[in-house]
């Protein structure tokens, strides 16, 4: 086989090297990501020599090659150059995946602070408000437990700089000096103090008292979002200048000398007053748009935050929110994108109760707890809605009905939480009305409610075979035999404990079309993979998602745990022998946390594929309620 001619002809029919961002590889797949997926062309892809199928999911072309993946990688790399190096050095740098990926980058480490933040609102909300705790609101642990609430908003600053840094690759610790500063009760006092000119090298420091509404604002660095963020991209540049003139051996102390005392005034005199204006101009923007038609924007907002999830942009609404609470002290945008999180709750719930499989039952259950309880609607979206379609769109439509209803009641948030029923109080903190309260409810109940009832009436295709399986030519296969206990030549034990299915019931149309060879699909219930017969372990992917085994029957096998869990790099796993090792049936091999694996979206099905199908007369899957170590789940003919 030319591995050379087979990488050249698949490159030629994505669009060419210049049409590639990226290229991966899996254990079985090639995992390009496209600027225009428009010119790539699936259906000559599929039928290519060493092309067994093309799945395009996720934001990947993926070209599915099997055992030759990493032979036709190798062949590719040569053709397409360095795509990480023009990618960090080309023209895309400015472009709008750029600039959201810098905001999620910055957001995103701060989300779970906030988030237990939330709950310890919720909780300590609910305590003010029921007359039976009410002395527990005079004690000191409510006032510690507020205090620590607030950490994270006061010392917004402080955190953003790490992340901020972090995210353009400057100092970290100089920027979280930046931030501490803006926070010093000194600095903060010197701010709030209109009355009194103060200067930093003779330059004046810009402070300013301005009325909004009925209520007077000053200047105040704590709890802001935009300055500091503003003064972590001034660093980031002044840094690269600094390091250009000083020799290298003075750097480790003139560097983060001289960005201090430069960055200072700086922060002082023109980039916290212009992040002050920056976040005033943000807000002054929402609550115009929100002013306008309460009911519009929990419509758009309730409907389609959860698209917004799917491709990662929800994490560029965030400092609106953030910078609405730093402000104003209060924010919608969390209300109303509670109708999304509760509406995909409601709709892999409408799965559990709808669906047939036991698997996807299971995996539906959990998803829509994760997204009752706490707000995470990542297993959810990814999971259950989004890939049986129909959920998703009710989803979509149940949001925008219950964003409406928050809009009308004009529901609003005290502080910045995330939705669920264990930060459910946050919606009913100090100063907010009962009636605003209760449109939060009804709007979460009708999102919730509504996406299950829609999504049970309107069903859904479980079992998506794959267009891509038909259109799969015949790689001159011979199987021909039904294979059962009584003419099986060979046996196969189940490396993994759990129960038994098809491959066709699995969410991998890959799989379930049987391309990349016959076996059995095993749904978890410990997470370990042990040797399921003597051998060796010819391969071991780097990312211990995939183990290929050499069988002393002459049987060459795949195990494959979960569905697009190489995209985990690792995490959630660990190995215990080596690639190339000879095992005995039953011999530890890798672990894996079934839990994490879920809550990160993921399906953690094992598939167990003999991957030379080609060369036997006969190969069946055995299904089981209960597979154990012991428990045989292939049959072959020879």
């Not at 976040?279 to 924007?297: E, N």
């Not at 211990?544 to 690792?570: C, K, M, P, R, Y």
Request: hydrophobic share 50%.
């Amino acid at each position: 086989m030319d591995y050379g001619r087979i990488a050249s002809d698949i490159l030629t029919n994505v669009g060419g090297k210049e049409n590639v961002k990226s290229v991966t590889h899996c254990f079985t797949r090639l995992r390009f990501v496209l600027k225009d997926e428009s010119k790539a062309k699936k259906d000559v892809v599929e039928h290519l020599e060493g092309v067994i199928s093309v799945v395009v999911a996720g934001g990947q072309f993926q070209v599915v090659c099997g055992a030759k993946v990493t032979k036709i990688y190798d062949a590719v790399l040569p053709l397409i150059g360095d795509l990480e190096e023009s990618a960090s050095e080309g023209g895309n740098k400015g472009g709008f995946n750029f600039v959201l990926q810098k905001i999620s980058e910055i957001f995103t480490p701060i989300v779970p602070a906030i988030a237990a933040a939330g709950l310890i609102k919720g909780l300590l909300a609910a305590c003010s408000r029921l007359p039976m705790f009410e002395a527990f609101t005079a004690t000191s642990t409510y006032t510690l437990l507020n205090t620590a609430s607030n950490i994270i908003f006061y010392f917004m600053p402080v955190f953003l700089a790490y992340t901020a840094a972090k995210a353009l690759k400057c100092n970290q610790v100089i920027a979280m000096v930046l931030g501490a500063f803006l926070c010093h009760p000194v600095i903060d006092a010197l701010i709030q103090d209109v009355e009194t000119a103060s200067t930093i090298f003779g330059l004046p420091v810009i402070k300013k008292a301005f009325t909004i509404g009925e209520s007077t604002k000053v200047f105040s660095y704590t709890e802001s979002v935009i300055p500091i963020i503003l003064a972590v991209i001034v660093l980031c540049f002044l840094e690269r200048f600094l390091k250009k003139i000083i020799p290298e051996i003075l750097q480790i102390i003139l560097v983060p000398g001289l960005s201090l005392i430069i960055m200072i005034p700086v922060m002082l005199v023109v980039v916290g007053p212009v992040g002050i204006y920056v976040g005033y101009a943000i807000q002054w923007l929402y609550q115009a748009l929100y002013s306008f038609s309460p009911l519009l924007g929990g419509t758009i907002v309730g409907g389609l935050w959860g698209v917004c999830v799917i491709f990662g942009a929800h994490r560029a609404l965030l400092p609106i929110g953030l910078n609405d609470v730093a402000i104003s002290g209060t924010n919608t945008l969390m209300c109303f994108a509670g109708a999304a999180n509760f509406s995909q709750a409601g709709a892999a719930l409408g799965v559990m109760f709808k669906t047939k499989s036991a698997e996807t039952k299971q995996v539906a259950g959990a998803a829509s707890l994760s997204a009752f309880l706490v707000g995470i609607t990542e297993p959810a979206i990814y999971g259950c809605n989004l890939r049986l379609k129909k959920p998703m769109v009710c989803a979509v439509i149940s949001g925008a009905v219950g964003g409406a209803i928050m809009g009308i009641g004009n529901a609003v948030n005290t502080g910045f939480a995330n939705n669920g029923i264990l930060t459910i109080m946050s919606y009913y903190g100090e100063g907010t009305s009962f009636p605003r309260f209760l449109a939060y409810l009804i709007g979460i109940a009708v999102a919730f409610f509504g996406a299950a009832i829609l999504t049970y009436i309107a069903g859904f295709e479980e079992v998506v075979p794959g267009a891509a399986a038909a259109a799969i030519p015949e790689k001159g296969k011979k199987i021909s035999v039904k294979v059962t206990k009584d003419n099986a030549d060979l046996e196969i034990a189940s490396p993994v404990e759990g129960k038994a299915v098809s491959l066709k019931e699995t969410a991998d149309e890959v799989f379930a079309s049987e391309a990349l060879g016959k076996g059995i699909a095993i749904v978890p219930a410990k997470g370990e993979i042990v040797a399921p017969a003597d051998g060796t372990l010819s391969v071991l992917y780097p990312t211990l998602h995939a183990l290929g085994f050499v069988l002393d029957n002459g049987v060459e096998l795949l195990v494959h745990i979960g569905i697009n869990t190489v995209e985990l790099n690792g995490a959630c796993f660990e190995k215990h022998v080596e690639q190339g090792v000879r095992v005995k049936k039953g011999d530890r091999l890798v672990s894996f946390d079934i839990d994490k694996i879920r809550e990160k979206g993921y399906d953690p099905t094992v598939m167990v594929l003999v991957s030379n199908t080609d060369q036997f007369a006969g190969v069946d899957g055995v299904p089981g309620d209960r597979v154990s170590l012991e428990k045989d789940v292939i049959l072959i003919k020879k």
